[in-house]
């Protein structure tokens, strides 16, 4: 993720966090911008995590070239190590923060910003340095959540606790967890045309997935915030432990499913 000192990510760094990011690819979470791609672009990937979209974006512009950039120097490292894996040799990848990019006016024929803008304080100030970096007539995509969209099954009111206090450490966190709704009236703001959105969802209905997505909240991220949510009172020690019970039954449920909701969007300059 591309954040400022000031913001956290807050799904956190934990192997199971970076796990997860590495499966990402171009043609299934990137679907809705893959089809304005041409051989020969130049695509800058934000918060480009350990780098599994920007790697099979590379192999989508064989004549072109792809920039991943991230500020957490381990997954940009993911990265590079996959791209050397693959023999993907027309993507490099680059410590940068969103807001202040070190690229030239006009570098890119692309961007790509995936599931990054929803977690930043000041994503119209991101959004006004992509609009720099790209060229004149070049396009944009976004992805972010909405988790008014998400849906989970089956119900339990303590999983439902835990959804609560999970948007709140988000927001205090900078984010937005709303944000995906608002991606067309964001982008014509900052001076996008022919703007068309969409929607698409991450599905979890295995028991793979849904064991270690429950393993991550019930254990991983609780604990990760455990201080902070203690100390607003948003809840306490006990209710923190329903909470952690709740989420690992609803993992190991037989019929446990998860989708997260994920607005889409495409714009040019």
């Not at 006009?106 to 995936?114: C, I, N, R, S």
Request: negative net charge.
């Amino acid at each position: 993720m591309s954040l400022e000192k000031h913001e956290v990510y807050s799904a956190g760094y934990d192997p199971l966090v970076l796990k997860g990011l590495a499966r990402r690819e171009a043609t299934r979470d990137a679907a809705f911008f893959v089809p304005h791609l041409t051989p020969a672009m130049h695509v800058l990937d934000c918060g480009c995590g350990p780098g599994g979209i920007s790697v099979t974006l590379a192999a989508l512009v064989p004549q072109g070239r792809v920039v991943g950039i991230d500020i957490e120097d381990r997954q940009l490292d993911m990265g590079r190590r996959e791209a050397q894996q693959r023999g993907i040799g027309n993507v490099e990848f680059h410590h940068a923060s969103l807001y202040a990019l070190p690229f030239e006016d006009g570098t890119f024929d692309a961007v790509l910003a995936h599931a990054v803008l929803y977690h930043l304080a000041e994503p119209m100030k991101a959004l006004q340095e992509l609009w720099r970096l790209l060229k004149p007539g070049g396009v944009i995509g976004l992805r972010d959540a909405d988790f008014d969209g998400d849906v989970y099954f089956p119900p339990h009111e303590d999983v439902d606790r835990f959804w609560k206090l999970m948007e709140r450490v988000i927001e205090h966190s900078g984010g937005d967890t709303r944000f995906g709704r608002k991606q067309r009236r964001l982008l014509r703001e900052a001076g996008f045309q022919n703007i068309a959105a969409s929607a698409s969802c991450d599905a979890f209905g295995t028991p793979e997935f849904t064991f270690g997505f429950s393993r991550y909240f019930g254990g991983v991220f609780l604990n990760q915030h455990r201080a902070l949510i203690l100390k607003e009172q948003w809840a306490t020690e006990s209710e923190l432990a329903e909470m952690q019970n709740a989420l690992i039954a609803w993992g190991s449920h037989p019929d446990a499913f998860y989708s997260r909701c994920r607005c889409e969007a495409v714009g040019w300059k």
